[in-house]
Protein backbone atom coordinates (compact mmCIF):
# COMPACT_ATOMS: atom_id res chain seq x y z
CA UNK A 1 0.00 0.00 0.00
CA UNK A 2 1.32 3.40 -1.26
CA UNK A 3 2.48 5.69 2.30
CA UNK A 4 0.39 3.09 4.04
CA UNK A 5 -2.54 4.67 2.95
CA UNK A 6 -5.80 3.22 1.43
CA UNK A 7 -6.34 3.92 -1.50
CA UNK A 8 -9.98 3.82 -1.87
CA UNK A 9 -12.86 4.19 -5.15
CA UNK A 10 -16.29 4.30 -4.28
CA UNK A 11 -18.76 2.47 -6.78
CA UNK A 12 -21.93 3.65 -6.63
CA UNK A 13 -23.39 7.80 -5.78
CA UNK A 14 -26.33 6.35 -3.45
CA UNK A 15 -27.70 8.73 -1.09
CA UNK A 16 -27.32 7.21 2.30
CA UNK A 17 -23.59 6.68 1.42
CA UNK A 18 -23.04 10.84 0.56
CA UNK A 19 -24.90 11.24 4.36
CA UNK A 20 -22.79 8.33 6.42
CA UNK A 21 -19.59 6.54 4.77
CA UNK A 22 -18.59 8.74 1.98
CA UNK A 23 -17.92 11.27 4.66
CA UNK A 24 -15.87 8.83 6.73
CA UNK A 25 -13.61 8.03 3.79
CA UNK A 26 -12.56 11.41 3.23
CA UNK A 27 -11.90 12.15 6.59
CA UNK A 28 -9.89 9.16 7.59
CA UNK A 29 -6.27 9.72 7.78
CA UNK A 30 -5.78 6.53 6.72
CA UNK A 31 -7.78 6.59 3.74
CA UNK A 32 -7.09 8.34 0.43
CA UNK A 33 -10.87 8.73 -1.56
CA UNK A 34 -9.20 8.79 -5.15
CA UNK A 35 -12.63 8.38 -7.06
CA UNK A 36 -16.01 7.59 -7.40
CA UNK A 37 -17.74 6.24 -10.11
CA UNK A 38 -21.45 6.34 -11.50
CA UNK A 39 -23.10 5.77 -14.61
CA UNK A 40 -23.79 9.01 -14.75
CA UNK A 41 -21.09 11.61 -15.63
CA UNK A 42 -22.83 14.24 -13.66
CA UNK A 43 -24.03 12.43 -10.61
CA UNK A 44 -19.87 11.29 -10.45
CA UNK A 45 -18.88 14.41 -10.96
CA UNK A 46 -21.26 16.30 -8.36
CA UNK A 47 -20.33 13.78 -5.69
CA UNK A 48 -16.59 14.20 -6.07
CA UNK A 49 -16.72 17.45 -5.87
CA UNK A 50 -18.26 17.30 -2.75
CA UNK A 51 -15.57 15.45 -1.65
CA UNK A 52 -12.49 16.37 -3.18
CA UNK A 53 -11.95 13.18 -5.14
CA UNK A 54 -12.19 11.98 -9.15
CA UNK A 55 -15.30 11.90 -10.87
CA UNK A 56 -15.27 8.63 -13.33
CA UNK A 57 -17.84 7.27 -15.89
CA UNK A 58 -18.62 3.61 -15.20
CA UNK A 59 -17.84 1.02 -12.48
CA UNK A 60 -15.23 -1.10 -14.95
CA UNK A 61 -13.44 2.09 -15.54
CA UNK A 62 -12.96 2.54 -11.79
CA UNK A 63 -12.18 -1.16 -11.20
CA UNK A 64 -9.59 -1.14 -13.65
CA UNK A 65 -7.35 1.36 -12.14
CA UNK A 66 -3.83 0.37 -10.43
CA UNK A 67 -4.03 3.26 -8.13
CA UNK A 68 -7.03 1.68 -5.94
CA UNK A 69 -6.88 -0.44 -3.26
CA UNK A 70 -10.18 -0.99 -2.30
CA UNK A 71 -13.80 -0.19 -3.54
CA UNK A 72 -16.78 0.86 -1.29
CA UNK A 73 -20.12 -0.77 -3.14
CA UNK A 74 -23.22 1.45 -1.63
CA UNK A 75 -24.93 -0.14 -5.28
CA UNK A 76 -28.82 -1.69 -4.70
CA UNK A 77 -28.46 -5.22 -3.32
CA UNK A 78 -29.29 -7.31 -6.37
CA UNK A 79 -26.07 -5.40 -7.58
CA UNK A 80 -23.36 -6.46 -5.50
CA UNK A 81 -22.57 -9.50 -6.87
CA UNK A 82 -21.51 -8.78 -9.73
CA UNK A 83 -19.84 -5.94 -8.99
CA UNK A 84 -18.27 -7.39 -5.58
CA UNK A 85 -17.52 -10.18 -7.79
CA UNK A 86 -15.78 -8.05 -10.17
CA UNK A 87 -13.90 -5.95 -7.57
CA UNK A 88 -12.23 -8.92 -5.94
CA UNK A 89 -11.81 -10.25 -9.42
CA UNK A 90 -9.25 -7.01 -10.21
CA UNK A 91 -7.49 -7.33 -6.28
CA UNK A 92 -9.59 -4.36 -4.38
CA UNK A 93 -10.71 -5.06 -0.84
CA UNK A 94 -14.16 -4.81 -0.90
CA UNK A 95 -16.33 -2.87 2.05
CA UNK A 96 -20.02 -3.68 0.78
CA UNK A 97 -23.00 -2.27 1.97
CA UNK A 98 -25.75 -4.28 4.11
CA UNK A 99 -27.11 -6.65 2.32
CA UNK A 100 -24.04 -7.94 1.08
CA UNK A 101 -26.28 -10.32 -1.34
CA UNK A 102 -29.99 -11.12 -1.18
CA UNK A 103 -29.38 -15.15 -0.37
CA UNK A 104 -26.65 -16.96 1.28
CA UNK A 105 -25.58 -18.98 -2.01
CA UNK A 106 -23.99 -15.59 -3.49
CA UNK A 107 -22.69 -14.76 -0.47
CA UNK A 108 -21.23 -17.87 -0.24
CA UNK A 109 -19.67 -17.25 -4.05
CA UNK A 110 -18.26 -14.25 -2.96
CA UNK A 111 -16.79 -15.04 0.80
CA UNK A 112 -14.92 -17.84 -1.14
CA UNK A 113 -13.43 -15.66 -4.08
CA UNK A 114 -12.19 -13.37 -1.31
CA UNK A 115 -10.40 -15.92 0.45
CA UNK A 116 -9.03 -17.20 -2.42
CA UNK A 117 -7.12 -13.92 -2.97
CA UNK A 118 -6.46 -12.72 0.39
CA UNK A 119 -8.51 -9.92 0.01
CA UNK A 120 -10.78 -8.58 3.06
CA UNK A 121 -14.30 -8.59 2.45
CA UNK A 122 -16.44 -6.44 5.15
CA UNK A 123 -20.49 -6.06 5.17
CA UNK A 124 -21.05 -2.49 6.04
CA UNK A 125 -22.79 -2.69 9.78
CA UNK A 126 -21.75 0.39 11.18
CA UNK A 127 -23.54 0.11 14.23
CA UNK A 128 -21.51 -2.38 15.45
CA UNK A 129 -18.86 0.17 16.04
CA UNK A 130 -20.57 2.00 18.24
CA UNK A 131 -19.24 1.89 22.06
CA UNK A 132 -22.77 2.22 23.17
CA UNK A 133 -22.87 -2.05 22.48
CA UNK A 134 -19.79 -2.21 24.39
CA UNK A 135 -21.16 -0.62 27.31
CA UNK A 136 -24.13 -2.82 26.97
CA UNK A 137 -21.57 -5.74 26.90
CA UNK A 138 -19.92 -4.99 29.81
CA UNK A 139 -22.73 -4.54 31.97
CA UNK A 140 -24.02 -8.17 30.54
CA UNK A 141 -20.35 -9.28 31.31
CA UNK A 142 -20.72 -7.91 35.01
CA UNK A 143 -23.83 -9.44 35.78
CA UNK A 144 -26.39 -6.29 35.58
CA UNK A 145 -29.29 -8.09 34.54
CA UNK A 146 -28.23 -11.48 35.69
CA UNK A 147 -28.07 -14.09 32.89
CA UNK A 148 -29.96 -12.53 29.92
CA UNK A 149 -32.77 -14.38 28.75
CA UNK A 150 -34.24 -12.67 25.96
CA UNK A 151 -33.99 -10.11 23.03
CA UNK A 152 -36.04 -7.98 21.51
CA UNK A 153 -34.65 -6.17 18.22
CA UNK A 154 -37.10 -3.53 16.43
CA UNK A 155 -36.20 -1.56 13.44
CA UNK A 156 -38.64 0.33 11.20
CA UNK A 157 -39.88 3.55 10.04
CA UNK A 158 -42.41 5.12 7.80
CA UNK A 159 -43.49 4.75 3.85
CA UNK A 160 -40.85 5.42 1.91
CA UNK A 161 -41.39 7.73 -1.79
CA UNK A 162 -43.36 5.52 -3.82
CA UNK A 163 -40.24 5.54 -6.78
CA UNK A 164 -37.78 4.02 -3.98
CA UNK A 165 -35.44 1.51 -4.62
CA UNK A 166 -37.05 -0.34 -1.84
CA UNK A 167 -39.97 -0.95 -3.45
CA UNK A 168 -38.24 -2.87 -6.34
CA UNK A 169 -37.94 -6.95 -5.95
CA UNK A 170 -35.41 -6.92 -9.05
CA UNK A 171 -33.04 -4.39 -7.20
CA UNK A 172 -33.17 -6.18 -3.82
CA UNK A 173 -35.92 -4.31 -2.08
CA UNK A 174 -38.26 -5.45 0.68
CA UNK A 175 -37.75 -4.37 4.53
CA UNK A 176 -36.27 -8.12 5.45
CA UNK A 177 -33.46 -6.97 3.51
CA UNK A 178 -33.00 -3.12 4.51
CA UNK A 179 -34.39 -2.98 8.17
CA UNK A 180 -34.65 -6.80 9.27
CA UNK A 181 -31.09 -7.47 8.54
CA UNK A 182 -30.03 -5.04 11.50
CA UNK A 183 -32.44 -6.81 13.75
CA UNK A 184 -30.63 -10.39 13.01
CA UNK A 185 -27.60 -8.75 13.80
CA UNK A 186 -28.22 -7.60 16.92
CA UNK A 187 -29.64 -11.30 17.70
CA UNK A 188 -26.24 -12.67 16.51
CA UNK A 189 -24.31 -9.98 18.71
CA UNK A 190 -25.89 -10.86 21.70
CA UNK A 191 -27.25 -13.97 21.52
CA UNK A 192 -24.33 -15.60 19.61
CA UNK A 193 -22.86 -17.08 16.60
CA UNK A 194 -25.32 -20.08 16.69
CA UNK A 195 -28.00 -18.07 16.65
CA UNK A 196 -31.02 -20.06 14.69
CA UNK A 197 -34.70 -18.98 13.05
CA UNK A 198 -37.29 -20.34 14.52
CA UNK A 199 -40.51 -18.74 12.92
CA UNK A 200 -41.15 -15.85 10.78
CA UNK A 201 -43.59 -13.74 8.98
CA UNK A 202 -43.33 -11.23 6.02
CA UNK A 203 -45.97 -9.21 4.91
CA UNK A 204 -45.95 -8.40 1.06
CA UNK A 205 -47.27 -5.51 -0.35
CA UNK A 206 -49.55 -6.95 -3.43
CA UNK A 207 -48.70 -3.22 -5.60
CA UNK A 208 -44.64 -3.71 -5.40
CA UNK A 209 -44.09 -7.52 -4.79
CA UNK A 210 -41.91 -6.96 -1.77
CA UNK A 211 -42.01 -7.32 2.11
CA UNK A 212 -42.69 -4.48 3.77
CA UNK A 213 -42.88 -5.50 7.05
CA UNK A 214 -42.04 -8.59 9.21
CA UNK A 215 -41.20 -10.29 12.35
CA UNK A 216 -39.25 -13.51 13.19
CA UNK A 217 -38.27 -15.87 16.60
CA UNK A 218 -34.85 -16.54 16.67
CA UNK A 219 -33.22 -19.03 19.67
CA UNK A 220 -29.57 -19.96 20.78
CA UNK A 221 -28.82 -23.77 21.31
CA UNK A 222 -29.63 -22.73 25.44
CA UNK A 223 -32.98 -21.85 24.55
CA UNK A 224 -32.35 -17.92 25.09
CA UNK A 225 -35.07 -16.09 22.86
CA UNK A 226 -35.22 -13.04 20.66
CA UNK A 227 -38.19 -11.18 19.25
CA UNK A 228 -36.92 -9.55 16.06
CA UNK A 229 -39.88 -6.90 14.65
CA UNK A 230 -38.91 -4.97 11.25
CA UNK A 231 -40.81 -2.72 8.57
CA UNK A 232 -41.43 0.62 6.53
CA UNK A 233 -44.82 0.83 7.19
CA UNK A 234 -44.79 2.16 10.98
CA UNK A 235 -43.77 4.91 13.21
CA UNK A 236 -40.14 5.11 13.65
CA UNK A 237 -38.31 2.89 16.16
CA UNK A 238 -35.00 1.62 16.66
CA UNK A 239 -34.43 -0.10 20.34
CA UNK A 240 -32.81 -3.05 21.70
CA UNK A 241 -33.54 -4.57 25.04
CA UNK A 242 -31.89 -7.47 26.61
CA UNK A 243 -34.25 -8.81 29.24
CA UNK A 244 -32.04 -11.03 31.93
CA UNK A 245 -32.86 -13.09 34.91
CA UNK A 246 -32.32 -9.91 37.42
CA UNK A 247 -33.11 -6.78 34.97
CA UNK A 248 -33.67 -5.21 31.61
CA UNK A 249 -30.96 -3.03 29.21
CA UNK A 250 -32.34 -0.79 26.38
CA UNK A 251 -31.06 1.24 23.98
CA UNK A 252 -33.57 3.77 22.19
CA UNK A 253 -31.06 4.36 18.82
CA UNK A 254 -29.38 0.70 18.76
CA UNK A 255 -28.70 1.24 15.10
CA UNK A 256 -28.84 5.05 13.89
CA UNK A 257 -26.83 6.90 16.35
CA UNK A 258 -25.71 10.10 14.70
CA UNK A 259 -21.90 10.91 15.81
CA UNK A 260 -23.04 13.57 17.54
CA UNK A 261 -25.47 12.05 19.81
CA UNK A 262 -25.21 10.80 23.41
CA UNK A 263 -27.18 7.76 23.55
CA UNK A 264 -29.07 6.81 26.81
CA UNK A 265 -28.85 3.21 27.77
CA UNK A 266 -31.68 2.33 30.44
CA UNK A 267 -31.10 -0.35 33.37
CA UNK A 268 -34.05 -1.73 35.31
CA UNK A 269 -33.69 -3.57 38.14
CA UNK A 270 -36.84 -4.19 40.10
CA UNK A 271 -38.34 -0.86 41.02
CA UNK A 272 -35.19 1.10 40.38
CA UNK A 273 -34.82 2.31 36.46
CA UNK A 274 -31.27 4.05 36.12
CA UNK A 275 -30.61 5.88 32.93
CA UNK A 276 -26.77 6.37 31.53
CA UNK A 277 -25.49 8.98 28.93
CA UNK A 278 -22.81 7.25 27.19
CA UNK A 279 -20.15 9.49 25.11
CA UNK A 280 -21.74 10.14 21.69
CA UNK A 281 -19.65 7.98 19.36
CA UNK A 282 -19.35 8.25 14.94
CA UNK A 283 -19.82 4.29 14.24
CA UNK A 284 -19.18 4.84 10.47
CA UNK A 285 -15.83 6.68 11.29
CA UNK A 286 -15.25 3.67 13.24
CA UNK A 287 -16.29 1.27 10.79
CA UNK A 288 -13.62 3.29 8.22
CA UNK A 289 -10.70 2.93 10.29
CA UNK A 290 -11.61 -0.82 11.23
CA UNK A 291 -11.77 -1.25 7.87
CA UNK A 292 -8.60 0.32 6.48
CA UNK A 293 -6.13 -0.31 9.13
CA UNK A 294 -7.19 -4.47 8.83
CA UNK A 295 -6.54 -4.08 4.84
CA UNK A 296 -3.68 -2.43 5.56
CA UNK A 297 -2.12 -4.10 8.25
CA UNK A 298 -3.12 -7.70 6.96
CA UNK A 299 -5.43 -8.12 9.80
CA UNK A 300 -7.96 -10.91 10.59
CA UNK A 301 -9.73 -11.65 6.66
CA UNK A 302 -11.14 -14.53 8.32
CA UNK A 303 -14.02 -13.09 11.14
CA UNK A 304 -15.68 -10.67 8.69
CA UNK A 305 -16.40 -13.50 5.64
CA UNK A 306 -17.97 -15.65 8.78
CA UNK A 307 -20.03 -12.88 9.74
CA UNK A 308 -21.10 -12.33 6.39
CA UNK A 309 -22.07 -16.03 6.14
CA UNK A 310 -23.71 -16.22 9.24
CA UNK A 311 -26.13 -13.03 8.45
CA UNK A 312 -26.97 -14.67 5.26
CA UNK A 313 -28.20 -18.08 6.68
CA UNK A 314 -30.28 -16.09 9.21
CA UNK A 315 -31.84 -13.98 5.62
CA UNK A 316 -32.37 -17.07 4.21
CA UNK A 317 -33.68 -18.71 7.01
CA UNK A 318 -36.21 -16.42 7.62
CA UNK A 319 -37.60 -16.12 3.88
CA UNK A 320 -38.08 -19.94 4.52
CA UNK A 321 -39.90 -20.07 7.97
CA UNK A 322 -42.05 -16.92 6.42
CA UNK A 323 -42.78 -19.24 3.47
CA UNK A 324 -40.85 -17.44 0.67
Not at 112 to 124: I, P
Not at 207 to 227: E, H, I, K, N, S
Request: charged share 20%; net charge negative.
Amino acid sequence: MTDRVLRTGVLGCAAIARRTTLPALAADPSVRLVAVASRSRAKAEDVARAFGCEAVTGYAELLARDDIDAVYVPLPPALHTEWVGRALAAGKHVLAEKPLTTNLADAAELVAAARTAGLLLMENFAFLHHGQHDAVRALVDEGAIGEVRHLTAEFGFPPLPSGDIRYDPALGGGALLDAGVYTLRAASLYLGPETGVHGAVLRTDPGTGVDTAGAALVADPAGRTGQLGFGFDRAYRCAVTLWGSEGTLTLDRAFTAPPTLRPVLRLTRQDLTEERTLPAGHQFGSLISHFARTALDGGDLKTPGEDILRQATLVDAVRQAAGG
